[in-house]
């Protein structure tokens, strides 16, 4: 995979969006289609389960369910999934188009498609919410759509002294560790999450799970993040490339094993709906293994900076976000409100949001993304006036949203360099539009679960 050119029509974009205030963030839909469709095609037959830290947005959530090759929805907290499992509240707050701003531009298109995004939502994080569990337990139907995930006889503990004995049964998903262990352990590439990690204790856990008649075991969930989320060809950086392409072939190898060892085990003592892996990253690999029946995928769909650092596939950049020109500090240098808008994990200048359009323009190295304030350097600048607006890329896919209260959709074209210049220097000016005729559609969409 080279440094192929893919399209965003900012100019389409300017037009869509031209009544609104920035900050706002904006989905282009022909772009988050395409990386849809993509991921099917990578998942090879394997139903994918969206994501929906990655996406944060319910309308698109449901867009992507409804498209073949979609079903279930990987929850991160239990507030969001009995917001998706459930009926949708009454919106009366801003709606389609200002995102972040805080002013209402009339109810959005979600506003009047209330019912469940989904029947089927996992809940991917141990939950510790005493009211989100009461409420689940004493729903039928929301106890029957939403499944809680547990690694361990403590969490188990812990849900059984909130939701008490009688009720409907609580559905629970096994979280199994996949991450890689070299030299012992000391070497620990992936992440640190379950400590459920052998057939042994996997099946010692179920067995846990079997002796309490409150608790149902319906499915074991083994997320490679070491696999799925780190880039096998990240730009200017060879020898890395060439190290997390070996990490992985020896991970997927000792995964492929363990994690059929595991399932066998689990499934002597429990019924399992579903046995889910994979991200984004890891589709066409985690999709071979006979023992995994589903698979998880959510930033592919937006497609974040951090995803154009892997060879196995090539989405379109299909969200970004705009920031208004408020001040000149000096010639070739503009300031746009806010900026901060970093990526979590591992510090990083990867986690940084990046200038995407007019070309031409770079963060400072001793300002970087400022809480309040952006200064831009670069070529692009001085063709830039106050009120202007600034196309940033985020290095994450649904975190975006975190600054966002309702997010625009739209469609597309004019070409970006697939990997963004970090600085002003190497970009390379174009202004191409193909389809300069194509509208923009808006849609209102809630980011985020009502408090
Ligand atoms: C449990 C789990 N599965 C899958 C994923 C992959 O999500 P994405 O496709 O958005 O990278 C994640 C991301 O962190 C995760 O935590």
Same mark, same amino acid.
């Given at each position: 995979?080279?440094?192929?050119?893919?399209?965003?029509?900012?100019?389409?974009?300017?037009?869509?969006?031209?009544?609104? *205030?920035?900050?706002?963030?904006?989905?282009?839909?022909?772009?988050?289609?395409?990386?849809?469709?993509?991921?099917?095609?990578?998942?090879?037959?394997?139903?994918?389960?969206?994501?929906?830290?990655?996406?944060?947005?319910?309308?698109?959530?449901?867009?992507?369910?409804?498209?073949?090759?979609?079903?279930?929805?990987?929850?991160?907290?239990?507030?969001?999934?009995?917001?998706?499992?459930?009926?949708?509240?009454?919106?009366?707050?801003?709606?389609?188009?200002?995102?972040?701003?805080?002013?209402?531009?009339?109810?959005?298109?979600?506003?009047?498609?209330?019912?469940?995004?989904?029947?089927?939502?996992?809940?991917?994080?141990?939950?510790? *919410?005493?009211?989100?569990?009461?409420?689940?337990?004493?729903?039928?139907?929301?106890?029957?759509?939403?499944?809680?995930?547990?690694?361990?006889?403590?969490?188990?503990?812990?849900?059984?002294?909130?939701?008490?004995?009688?009720?409907?049964?609580?559905?629970?998903?096994?979280?199994?560790?996949?991450?890689?262990?070299?030299?012992?352990?000391?070497?620990?590439?992936?992440?640190?999450?379950?400590?459920?990690?052998?057939?042994?204790?996997?099946?010692?856990?179920?067995?846990?799970?079997?002796?309490?008649?409150?608790?149902?075991?319906?499915?074991?969930?083994?997320?490679?993040?070491?696999?799925?989320?780190?880039?096998?060809? &990240?730009?200017?950086?060879?020898?890395?490339?060439?190290?997390?392409?070996?990490?992985?072939?020896?991970?997927?190898?000792?995964?492929?094993?363990?994690?059929?060892?595991?399932?066998?085990?689990?499934?002597?003592?429990?019924?399992?709906?579903?046995?889910?892996?994979?991200?984004?990253?890891?589709?066409?690999?985690?999709?071979?293994?006979?023992?995994?029946?589903?698979?998880?995928?959510?930033?592919?769909?937006?497609?974040?900076?951090?995803?154009?650092?892997?060879?196995?596939?090539?989405?379109?950049?299909?969200?970004?976000?705009?920031?208004?020109?408020?001040?000149?500090?000096?010639?070739?240098?503009?300031?746009?409100?806010?900026?901060?808008?970093?990526?979590?994990?591992?510090?990083?200048?990867?986690?940084? &949001?990046? &200038?995407?359009?007019?070309?031409?323009?770079?963060?400072?190295?001793?300002?970087?993304?400022?809480?309040?304030?952006?200064?831009?350097?670069? &070529?692009?600048?001085?063709?830039?006036?106050?009120? *202007?607006?600034?196309?940033?890329?985020?290095?994450?896919?649904?975190?975006?949203?975190?600054?966002?209260?309702?997010?625009?959709?739209?469609?597309?074209?004019?070409?970006?360099?697939?990997?963004?210049?970090?600085?002003?220097?190497?970009?390379?000016?174009?202004?191409?539009?193909?389809?300069?005729?194509?509208?923009?559609?808006?849609?209102?969409?809630?980011?985020?679960?009502?408090?």
């Amino acid at each position: 995979m080279g440094d192929a050119e893919v399209t965003v029509d900012f100019a389409a974009l300017e037009r869509a969006t031209a009544a609104l *205030d920035p900050p706002f963030a904006v989905v282009d839909l022909a772009g988050f289609r395409a990386n849809a469709g993509d991921l099917v095609r990578r998942a090879g037959g394997k139903p994918i389960r969206v994501a929906s830290k990655s996406v944060r947005c319910r309308e698109l959530t449901r867009e992507v369910l409804a498209m073949p090759g979609y079903a279930g929805i990987l929850a991160y907290t239990l507030g969001e999934a009995l917001w998706l499992a459930g009926e949708e509240p009454a919106v009366d707050g801003p709606a389609a188009g200002v995102a972040g701003s805080g002013e209402s531009a009339g109810r959005g298109e979600s506003a009047g498609r209330g019912g469940a995004v989904s029947e089927d939502v996992v809940v991917a994080y141990p939950v510790a *919410d005493r009211g989100a569990l009461r409420r689940l337990a004493g729903d039928e139907r929301l106890a029957a759509r939403v499944t809680l995930m547990i690694d361990s006889v403590e969490q188990l503990d812990h849900m059984a002294g909130v939701v008490g004995e009688g009720g409907p049964p609580i559905r629970v998903c096994l979280d199994v560790d996949a991450s890689l262990r070299l030299l012992g352990g000391r070497v620990h590439p992936g992440a640190r999450r379950s400590p459920v990690r052998t057939p042994a204790q996997a099946r010692a856990l179920a067995e846990a799970v079997s002796g309490r008649p409150r608790f149902r075991l319906v499915g074991i969930m083994s997320y490679e993040a070491q696999i799925a989320g780190v880039g096998d060809d &990240p730009p200017g950086a060879r020898l890395r490339g060439l190290g997390v392409r070996a990490m992985r072939r020896v991970s997927i190898r000792e995964l492929r094993e363990r994690r059929a060892a595991v399932v066998a085990a689990v499934r002597e003592v429990a019924d399992l709906e579903f046995v889910n892996g994979a991200g984004t990253g890891s589709l066409e690999l985690t999709t071979a293994e006979d023992a995994v029946t589903e698979l998880t995928a959510g930033s592919g769909l937006y497609q974040p900076m951090l995803f154009d650092a892997y060879r196995s596939f090539q989405g379109s950049p299909a969200a970004v976000f705009a920031l208004p020109v408020v001040r000149r500090p000096g010639p070739g240098m503009v300031t746009v409100h806010g900026g901060g808008w970093v990526a979590s994990g591992a510090a990083g200048a990867d986690r940084l &949001p990046v &200038p995407v359009w007019p070309l031409g323009l770079a963060l400072m190295p001793m300002e970087g993304a400022g809480e309040v304030q952006t200064p831009l350097a670069g &070529p692009g600048a001085d063709r830039l006036r106050v009120g *202007d607006r600034v196309w940033f890329r985020h290095a994450k896919a649904g975190e975006l949203c975190e600054h966002t209260s309702t997010t625009c959709t739209s469609s597309r074209t004019t070409r970006l360099p697939r990997r963004c210049p970090r600085t002003a220097a190497k970009a390379t000016p174009s202004s191409e539009t193909r389809h300069p005729s194509r509208s923009a559609a808006r849609s209102g969409c809630a980011a985020s679960p009502p408090s």
